[in-house]
């Protein structure tokens, strides 16, 4: 297990480091979205419009030589133009089926909120099970698999609100943010003529990827941040300012996260930690407050934040599993 330990930290560095040649100065941000896939869940992109959201998605398939496709959503947008559609072949006398782009390693859902509920419906059965169902017939999707879908907190005009169902099949959120001035600087050296992105050159397989996830699944939880997880997951729906608590999901994504980033750093075993530094990404997008506590100007960062700092923390002998 050290070896294959040794092995995913530094394929997923090398991974990081190649997307960070385009999206410069977000590593924290680059590493998440690469926890993500790893531990084959979803992540949803919350932030203005020019921050590199596409082009991060993009930069991962390249760098892992995977099929990309990405989906503009709008409000006009059908189901069938997501999953695909049958179509008849008059010299074989029977329908074909032409595959959507969601038949994609990564797939962006550009601008999601602008589609109706049922397009965005079209979404759950590739995220959850990962497999299509179209004119009565079940088609698996590439494996690894996920979706990076985006949207613009400030535009509402025109916009459908994602559902709770489907938020909660997120693994994380995750805001790019604007660089620092330095690297801002930088980007107009580097981007000013010619884009980076067309020179990024793959530095890992989807075999690398698939060895990452399995290795990644043989990471220990002990027992004791196994209940430090349902602790905070609880915490959550007691918490007198909270409409809508953090769903059980929520706890087997923090679990799969947890175990691929404690991977990534070079551990055989779930710490603490781990779970406090996914808590915001992975339950913040669940967590509804209620009326009273938005107008006081509480924030669900908060809430969470506050939940960790009262909560028993396992001691080291927790990577010890029990």
């Keep these: 297990m050290t070896d294959r330990i040794e092995r995913f930290g530094e394929r997923f560095n090398r991974i990081a480091s190649n997307v960070e040649t385009v999206i410069q100065g977000k590593r924290e941000v680059v590493e998440l979205v690469l926890l993500a896939l790893v ?5 949803l992109v919350e932030d203005v419009p020019g921050v590199g959201k596409t082009h991060l998605a993009k930069s991962i398939a390249r760098s892992i030589d995977g099929a990309f496709n990405r989906i503009q959503f709008t409000p006009d947008l059908l189901p069938s133009d997501v999953t695909g559609i049958s179509v008849y072949d008059r010299d074989r006398r029977e329908f074909e089926f032409k595959p959507g782009p969601i038949f994609a390693n990564i797939v962006v859902g550009d601008e999601i909120n602008r589609a109706s509920p049922k397009t965005q419906s079209a979404l759950l059965e590739a995220m959850e099970e990962r497999q299509v169902t179209s004119d009565g017939v079940t088609r698996p999707v590439p494996l690894p698999f996920m979706v990076v ?5 400030l535009e509402h005009e025109g916009t459908y609100p994602l559902p709770e169902a489907q938020l909660d099949r ?4 995750v805001v790019i943010g604007y660089p620092d001035r330095s690297k801002e600087l930088e980007m107009l050296d580097t981007h000013g003529v010619r884009s980076t992105f067309l020179d990024l050159e793959p530095v890992a397989t989807l075999d690398d990827v698939r060895e990452l996830i399995v290795t990644a699944q043989n990471v220990t939880v002990a027992n004791a941040v196994k209940n430090y997880i349902i602790d905070l997951v609880g915490a959550t729906r007691q918490h007198p300012d909270v409409m809508l608590g953090a769903s059980p999901r929520s706890a087997l994504f923090l679990q799969r996260l947890a175990r691929a980033r404690a991977a990534a750093q070079g551990r055989d075993y779930v710490m603490p930690d781990d779970i406090k530094d996914l808590a915001i990404p992975v339950l913040e997008h669940r967590i509804t407050l209620r009326p009273e506590a938005q107008m006081r100007g509480e924030t669900v960062a908060e809430i969470v934040t506050g939940i ?3 909560l028993r923390v396992p ?4 990577r010890i599993a029990t």
């Design 170 to 173: 997120f693994m994380m959120r």
């Design 308 to 310: 960790l700092g009262r």
């Design 39 to 43: 531990a084959e869940g979803h992540v």
């Design 149 to 153: 879908a985006t949207q613009n907190p």
């Design 315 to 318: 001691g080291t002998a927790s």
